[in-house]
């Protein structure tokens, strides 16, 4: 996995809350940086990537480890 | 007028299952750059108590799944029982913590810090003589005309 500069663990959390978290999160970052999150929320996968085609933010990542989702994320 | 798109919402239910809807709605549209506001009238002004108090009714309902297969062998009239509405509350809220489902109050202060504009109906708080002090902070109290300032210009419009 490449580089990130800042990480939010979101296992456990259900609809919508991984998205709110991943938002705010994201909007302490600088652009350009890169947010790894972790999400065990199945819906998560097809959420991240209608969250970055609708804010512009770059889903460069999104891949399933052990039964958790890994998304990294740019900031536009 | 910005080009940011706009989502209006109008929320008429009190109970704690249809309170999720709105809240959810509202924070992850502002999540996604929307300006968003929800317009409480009726039984859903009780979404904007400090203390939400709110139950869930498995009467008239046939669509709730029940605990225990229940649903299949429990008479509808035994759901009108005392303590019935108050233990399928208990139940639901535990089941919601136990699968990661936000809390209401948190979901409703995520939709406040992103500045989702909450507006409470004047007319149905004077109807039901609610008190204004029980309500959490930051409201508007308006009506139908100032719903459709904002609704007016949405690009989504839904009544739930």
Known sequence: MADFDQELDASGLNCPLPILRAKKTLTGMESGQVLHIIATDPGSVKDFEAFANQTGNELMESKEVGGKFEFLIKKA | ?160
């Not at chain 2, 109970?15 to 924070?27: E, G, H, N, Q, V």
């Not at chain 2, 009726?42 to 203390?51: A, I, S, T």
């Not at chain 2, 939400?52 to 008239?60: F, H, M, S």
């Not at chain 2, 509350?89 to 919601?96: D, H, N, W, Y």
């Open chain 2, 1 to 160: 007028m910005s080009d940011e798109k706009k989502l209006a919402i109008i929320a008429t239910k009190g109970s704690l299952d249809w309170a999720y809807p709105p809240f959810i709605l509202a924070s992850t549209a502002a999540a996604l750059g929307y300006e968003t506001e929800i317009f409480f009238t009726f039984y859903g002004l009780q979404l904007l108590k400090k203390d939400l108090a709110l139950e869930v009714t498995p009467l008239g309902n046939p669509g709730m799944p029940m605990p225990m297969g229940m649903d299949k062998w429990f008479p509808v009239l035994g759901l009108a029982l005392p303590g019935m509405q108050g233990m399928m509350t208990s139940m639901m809220k535990k089941k919601m913590a136990s699968k990661g489902v936000a809390d209401l109050a948190e979901l409703r202060e995520l939709c406040q810090e992103a500045e989702v504009k909450l507006i409470a109906c004047q007319m149905t708080v004077d109807l039901f003589e609610l008190n204004t002090a029980e309500f959490i902070d930051g409201i508007e109290y308006a009506g139908a005309a100032r719903f459709f300032e904002f609704a007016g210009e949405s690009d989504i419009c839904l009544y739930i």
